[in-house]
C-alpha cells in the first residue's frame, strides 16, 4: 500500500521547544495539504502546496509555523516555540490537483503533545 | 465561503437500525460534498463525494447521501448500522479556489449490540 504516510505518529514535547512533522504524499499527487483537528472539532485546513509552491496558508498558520516542500515530493511541518495550544493532530492530505472534486488521501495524523 | 453544519454531535443506534446523519452546507456557488469516516487512531476515509453527476451517491461499506438543493442538506444514511460502523464522521466541502476542504465539527457513532 502507498498512501500517505505521516512521521512521527507521536510527539510529546515541552513549551518552547521547536518540532518538525514530515508527511510523504503518494507519489504522483501534485497537491498536498495540511490541517490541524482538535478535539471534537473536524479538521481545519493549514496551508497547501501545488507541487513545490506553497499556495495558501490559513491565518490559523502563526510566524511560529513554517511548511516546506522541496522538489514537490515530501513535506514538513515546522513549529517553533510551541505553546500548549499548539497541542492537537496534525493531518496531511495529498490529491492529484485536478479541481474541486479532488479526492484528498490523508495520512494517519502526528499527534502532538505540547507540556 | 464555503461552510457545513453537522447536526448532532453523537448519535446512538441499535445493531440492524437505520443509520442518518445529518449534514446542512452553505456555498455561494455549487457545492461539491464529502463524507469522510476516522476510526480511532486513523487517518480519515472518503466514504462517497457529490460532484453534481447524480443527487443520490452510493459510497463504501453499504452508506449512501442525498443530495437536496432546495433543503441545502447533505444527510448521510445506512439502512442497517453494523458494530463496524462505530467512528466518527465528517462532512465536508470544497471550497471554490483552491480545492481546500471545510470540515463540520463531526458526528460520533456508537452501534448498540
Known amino acids: 500500500d502507498t498512501g500517505v504516510s505521516q512521521n512521527p505518529r507521536h510527539k510529546i514535547t515541552k513549551r518552547g521547544q521547536n518540532v518538525t512533522f514530515r508527511c510523504d504524499p503518494i507519489s504522483e499527487h501534485n497537491r498536498l495539504y495540511w490541517y490541524r483537528q482538535t478535539l471534537g472539532q473536524g479538521p481545519e485546513f493549514l496551508t497547501y502546496f501545488q507541487n513545490e509552491a506553497q499556495l495558501e496558508k490559513s491565518r490559523l498558520l502563526s510566524d511560529r509555523f513554517s511548511a516546506e516542500r522541496p522538489k514537490g515530493s515530501f513535506s514538513t511541518l515546522e513549529i517553533q516555540r510551541t505553546e500548549q495550544g499548539d497541542s492537537a493532530m496534525y493531518l496531511c492530505?495529498?490529491?492529484?490537483?485536478?479541481?474541486?472534486?479532488?479526492?484528498?488521501?490523508f495520512g494517519p495524523g502526528t499527534r502532538l503533545t505540547v507540556l | 465561503a464555503q461552510s457545513v453544519t453537522q447536526l448532532g454531535s453523537h448519535v446512538s443506534v441499535s445493531e440492524g437500525a437505520l443509520v442518518l446523519l445529518r449534514c446542512n452546507y452553505s456555498s455561494s456557488v455549487p457545492p461539491y460534498l464529502f463524507w469522510y469516516v476516522q476510526y480511532p487512531n486513523q487517518g480519515l476515509q472518503l466514504l462517497l463525494k457529490y460532484t453534481s453527476a447524480a443527487t443520490l451517491v452510493k459510497g463504501i461499506n453499504g452508506f449512501e447521501a442525498e443530495f437536496k438543493k432546495s433543503e441545502t442538506s447533505f444527510h448521510l444514511t445506512k439502512p442497517s448500522a453494523h458494530m463496524s460502523d462505530a467512528a466518527e464522521y465528517f462532512c465536508?466541502?470544497?471550497?471554490?479556489?483552491?480545492?481546500?476542504?471545510?470540515f463540520g465539527a463531526g458526528t460520533t457513532v456508537t452501534v448498540r449490540a
Open positions: 465536508a466541502v470544497s471550497d471554490s479556489n483552491d480545492y481546500k476542504l471545510s
Open positions: 492530505a495529498s490529491s492529484l490537483g485536478q479541481g474541486r472534486t479532488d479526492t484528498q488521501y
